[in-house]
């Protein structure tokens, strides 16, 4: 029931990649199915809910048809028919079915929270020191010195915890706790990626 669902995810992240192209009235025909099973579904209220309803109309949308899709090449059982058919069943419902947008907005929510976890997992470097230059290239940076003498390159790219200190702290003169991500970050001027200190947060700092 798992790879019925890859399609999904596979569309609201605009990640989806179709090695296979089903015929057009095929699509339509398991697309229709689907949506009308959907609409006698009522209120679904979880992702995992949504995966069994999503496999299980497909499913039966297939086995009510079996000999006409299996004539035109769409065993839903054979190989790695299932996943393919959903990926283009996605992007038909989400533009004729109402009833599939919820369940689309469900995964979403997911992976939402999952990329958020993974970004917030990201080893967090906390140090102390004084800003004692701005940059402003195609991100605005800042070159902190703390209390060892080492200089560190923070760049400001996200929301900032605090943000209303930076103001202050840009003078140079105070000294302030910072806390930065460290993330590997796309430089175009390379065309690799970097390891680069992201700024979190800033904070007063404590006597």
């Known amino acids: 029931m798992k790879k019925l669902t890859i399609l999904f995810i596979a569309f609201i992240t605009s990640s989806i990649v179709n090695a296979q192209k089903f015929d057009d009235d095929v699509v339509a025909e398991l697309s229709d199915k689907v949506c009308e099973c ?26 009510k048809n079996k000999k006409y899709f299996d004539k035109k090449g769409a065993n839903f059982l054979e190989g790695n028919n299932a996943e393919k058919l959903g990926e283009q069943v996605g992007i038909k419902l989400a533009g004729t079915c109402p009833e599939a947008i919820p ?24 140090f102390t020191g004084k800003i004692t230059k701005v940059e402003n290239d195609k991100f605005k940076s800042f070159e902190i010195k703390d209390e060892n003498g080492r200089k560190r390159n923070v760049l400001w790219l996200t929301y900032v915890d605090n943000d209303q200190l930076l103001e202050e702290a840009v ?8 806390t930065a991500m460290e993330l ?3 430089d175009p001027r390379i065309g690799e990626y970097r390891n680069m200190l992201v700024l979190d947060r800033i904070d007063i700092k404590e006597d």
């Open 103 to 126: 369940l689309f907005m469900l995964f979403a929510d997911e992976i939402e929270d999952e990329m958020e976890s993974d970004f917030y997992e990201e080893e967090n470097i906390i």
């Open 38 to 63: 959907l609409k006698s579904k009522g209120e679904i209220t979880s992702k995992e809910q949504a995966e069994l309803e999503l496999g299980t109309c497909m499913l039966t949308a297939y086995s």
């Open 171 to 178: 003078k140079g003169k105070t000294t302030y706790q910072f």
């Open 184 to 186: 590997d970050i796309y």
